[in-house]
């Protein structure tokens, strides 16, 4: 019955999130069982285009390292983040958020493979930490009126929280080059429908100078709300109003 229960419950997370947390689980799980090697999972841009080793442009994306804090830390916040993008601005919209995937991988792999072929970032073989690094500046940035309570330790607006992990990441001793990798591709990401185009901006400090009209220049058609194009010009000009206050809490 827990079982069932379980499997009821991860059965409601939607499907994005659902499949690539799964896919991360999974990965981590076949190279802890031995079945699989990282070395048959890390980015190698020699092997990927000359070899033919495809299957490596998505595997770099799966495998956080062995079963340990690093681990359970990104795969957390990989399924809230996810999960709060797909319910929240991506509701109804899959292939949207998927399309987010794909850009932001694209131009992740894209910016190591540069910086490998001139001698940078010879050590970063996986691009896992990157994406939830993007993913956690998205929602973020979509969300600045939200305050966070980082683990009990300290409560900030949500536009500081990516800047709180570099942080952490530091005190822990790891590398933030990970994470400044995934922020360019979060700062490219589409404005949400109804959300001020400030929200996608870099910095979180102050408001931007950016007019609401921007709106319509900030990204792809294919991101906007579909009744965006049925409005006239003088309402898409119009200031939008922010998003109204909340309260989140992580649990540590």
Not at 7 to 36: D, I, M
Not at 131 to 155: D, E, Q
Not at 202 to 227: D, F, N
Request: proline content about 9%; charged content about 10%; aromatic content about 16%.
């Amino acid at each position: 019955m827990a079982w069932q229960g379980l499997a009821a419950e991860f059965l409601q997370v939607p499907a994005v999130t659902r499949a690539y947390t799964a896919a991360c689980v999974l990965t981590t799980a076949a190279v802890q069982l031995e079945l699989l090697s990282p070395f048959q999972l890390y980015f190698n841009p020699h092997l990927v285009f000359r070899k033919f080793q495809v299957w490596r442009l998505v595997t770099n994306f799966l495998f956080f390292g062995p079963l340990g804090f690093s681990f359970f830390f990104n795969i957390l916040f990989v399924f809230r983040y996810c999960r709060m993008l797909e319910e929240g601005s991506f509701r109804g919209r899959t292939a949207d958020f998927v399309f987010m995937f794909l850009f932001g991988g694209v131009l992740m792999t894209s910016t190591l493979t540069l910086a490998q072929l001139l001698g940078f970032l010879g050590s970063l073989f996986f691009l896992g930490q990157a994406l939830m690094a993007m993913l956690v500046y998205v929602w973020s940035r979509r969300s600045p009126r939200v305050r966070v309570n980082f683990f009990g330790l300290f409560t900030f607006q949500a536009p500081f929280l990516p800047w709180a992990l570099m942080g952490f990441s530091l005190l822990l001793g790891n590398s933030i080059l990970v994470d400044l990798l995934g922020e360019p591709p979060g700062t490219s990401s589409p404005p949400q429908a109804g959300h001020s185009p400030q929200d996608t901006l870099l910095m979180p400090w102050g408001p931007s100078p950016i007019p609401a009209g921007a709106l319509l220049t900030s990204g792809p058609l294919i991101w906007l709300h579909p009744h965006l194009s049925a409005l006239p010009a003088a309402v898409l000009l119009q200031p939008l109003k922010p998003p109204g206050p909340h309260n989140l809490h992580l649990q540590g």
